[in-house]
């Protein structure tokens, strides 16, 4: 079975940065698109960043100017550069796929356990 594994999460200062990755595993054939989701307690999942697999992006709205994202497709990995990050950027980060495996035809959407990033003020 598929696994996306997270790393990078922590805790930074306002105004700093951090660096999210991560690395799909499994039988995997082909990946489409990549992203990044987050979600704070009390609140919906939302859209942070997506990436397909030719390089075209797309951010969130709040994010936008702020947070780059970028993929290695050799290493199967998707990443996220976070800048000038603020107090309500703290969430729990999720790692996307829309991949196909071996042996199949269909395309499904696979999701990382998340990683946590705190920013304090």
């Given amino acids: 079975q598929v696994q996306l594994v997270e ?3 922590g805790l930074v200062q306002a105004g700093g940065s ?17 992203g990044w989701y987050r979600q704070a307690p009390g609140k919906q999942r939302e859209l942070v ?3 397909t697999s ?5 951010y969130g709205d709040s994010v936008k ?21 603020k107090p309500e950027d703290t969430a729990v980060y999720y790692c ?3 991949l196909r495996l071996h042996r199949t035809i269909s ?15």
């Fill in 7 to 9: 790393s990078g999460g």
């Fill in 18 to 34: 951090l660096r999210l990755s991560c690395a799909a595993s499994g039988s995997i054939f082909s990946i489409n698109d990549m």
């Fill in 107 to 121: 395309e499904n959407a696979y999701w990382g356990q998340g990683t946590q990033v705190t920013v304090s003020s």
């Fill in 65 to 85: 100017g702020r947070f780059t994202i970028s993929r290695d497709n050799a290493k199967k990995s998707v990443y996220l550069q976070m800048n000038s990050l």
């Fill in 49 to 51: 960043a997506t990436i």
């Fill in 96 to 98: 996307n796929a829309r």
């Fill in 54 to 58: 030719r390089g075209s992006t797309n």
